[in-house]
T-cell receptor, first 110, second 114 residues
Framework: RKEVEQDPGPFNVPEGATVAFNCTYSNSASQSFFWYRQDCRKEPKLLMSVYSSGNEDGRFTAQLNRASQYISLLIRDSKLSDSATYLCVVNTGGSYIPTFGRGTSLIVHP | NAGVTQTPKFQVLKTGQSMTLQCAQDMNHNSMYWYRQDPGMGLRLIYYSASEGTTDKGEVPNGYNVSRLNKREFSLRLESAAPSQTSVYFC?????????????FGDGTRLSIL
């Protein structure tokens, strides 16, 4: 089993839709979690950190479920500009090496 | 507000040539990383430097060497380039190991080896 798993998609949604991605992790000692956004052949950019209590940034909501070992990203009112690959990143406390998921592709169409 | 700067942005090499990819960060981060990304493969860690003066192998170190020149700079060297090293290379930095800190990436070097 891979350490961090994501559904590769693509998720095809119309503008204005709500879409959610999950990311599962296998190491129960994982302590910090992030969502990154990556546009085609460009660098990953931090979208948001994921906190235990859940957190929201505008149209984006991230949640952590430690019992089931997954994190989620919810995007409301999707925009064409949200089309990208979303990477889940997990880090074990004290480790210098984060673990990246392969990413979930989102395509928002008119 | 530069963050992580990589040079060059693009490079074409012939098989057997050597070159060094440069990376510098201005965020006073201790840890720096080199990744490669190929279509459908996701990010793969080549080497990392947890702190100034240390370097360690990642998942795919063969064919590469690194130098942590100082706290700001971390270079990646291809001694004898091979077509299999055609890829997009990303440098990143962070304070990982000291709590809930994410990585910050440079905008990449697109390397083609003929």
């Amino acid at each position: 089993r891979k350490e961090v798993e994501q559904d590769p998609g693509p998720f095809n949604v119309p503008e204005g839709a709500t879409v959610a991605f999950n990311c599962t992790y296998s190491n129960s000692a994982s302590q910090s979690f992030f969502w990154y956004r990556q546009d085609c052949r460009k660098e990953p950019k931090l979208l948001m950190s994921v906190y235990s209590s859940g957190n929201e940034d505008g149209r984006f909501t991230a949640q952590l479920n430690r019992a089931s070992q997954y994190i989620s990203l919810l995007i409301r009112d999707s925009k064409l500009s949200d089309s990208a690959t979303y990477l889940c990143v997990v880090n074990t406390g004290g480790s210098y090496i984060p673990t990246f998921g392969r990413g979930t592709s989102l395509i928002v169409h008119p | 507000n530069a963050g992580v700067t990589q040079t060059p942005k693009f490079q074409v090499l012939k098989t057997g040539q050597s070159m060094t990819l440069q990376c510098a960060q201005d965020m006073n981060h201790n840890s720096m990383y080199w990744y490669r990304q190929d279509p459908g493969m996701g990010l793969r860690l080549i080497y990392y430097s947890a702190s100034e003066g240390t370097t360690d192998k990642g998942e795919v170190p063969n064919g590469y060497n690194v130098s942590r020149l100082n706290k700001r700079e971390f270079s990646l060297r291809l001694e004898s380039a091979a077509p299999s090293q055609t890829s997009v290379y990303f440098c990143a930095s962070s304070e990982l190991g000291r709590g809930n800190q994410p990585q910050h990436f440079g905008d990449g070097t697109r390397l083609s080896i003929l």
